[in-house]
């Protein structure tokens, strides 16, 4: 049994006051290039959360019916962001396609998003078309913008890392003391599309609740800047 925790309102200040869900280690992608380093989720209190999800000691456990029939007692239009630390179900690297149809299936009339490090082989591939194409958005996650192309080609929502230290941007303290970023010249991908910097990284008091973005079907992408106490080493893995 795959392990789930659901937090009924968020108290994330990026995230904003919705439901939001960590599921266990194991569902990460033995693909993602920051699983051994440089993985957000692996320092600071998301990762004091993960740790005891993965370990099976966190309160109030559920699992993924669980966490399928959670989403399906919302009431219509409900954001929700699944996966803050965690992926999708898998085997060895392909996707668990009916756990995720039960998933798709439990976010009709609800918004509902998510993000992926699992590689885009065939079956994945098939299994991720038909969670967007049927309200359920899973970014594609990736780590240059040639990649972010080629993903948006096949009609897949994208979304990318960049430096905290990339020539567009300009970083300020805002009252909060946090450090947002001002874009100084337009971003684009090698096709041309404009990239869009995440809202809540330039604003403050922009929420994934307010944003919403992500949550959308798009043809652009969008970019979050590296941060979180492994900065350097995603700086690096992007070089």
Known sequence: MVLVHITKKSSNRKIGNIPCSITEESSCSPTCPFINSGCYAKTGPVSWNWKKVSNGTQKNLTDWTGLCSFLKDQKPGQLMRI???????HQNGVIDQ??????????????????THHKLNRDNFKAVKHANENGFTINIST?????VDKIIDLKLP?????????????PYKGSDNRTYYKVTKQLKTPKGRKVVVCLAQLHENV?????????KQRDFPVAFVAHGNQVKKVNEALQ
């Not at 780590?143 to 990649?147: D, G, H, K």
């Open 207 to 215: 929420t994934c609740e307010t944003c919403q973005l992500c949550t």
């Open 158 to 170: 994208a979304v990318t890392v960049i430096s905290d230290k990339h020539d567009c941007l300009k």
């Open 143 to 147: 780590e240059s913008l040639p990649a």
């Open 83 to 89: 996966n803050v630390a965690g992926d999708l179900l």
């Open 98 to 115: 009916k756990a995720l149809k039960q998933l798709v299936k439990s976010n009709k009339n609800k918004r509902a998003w998510t993000y």
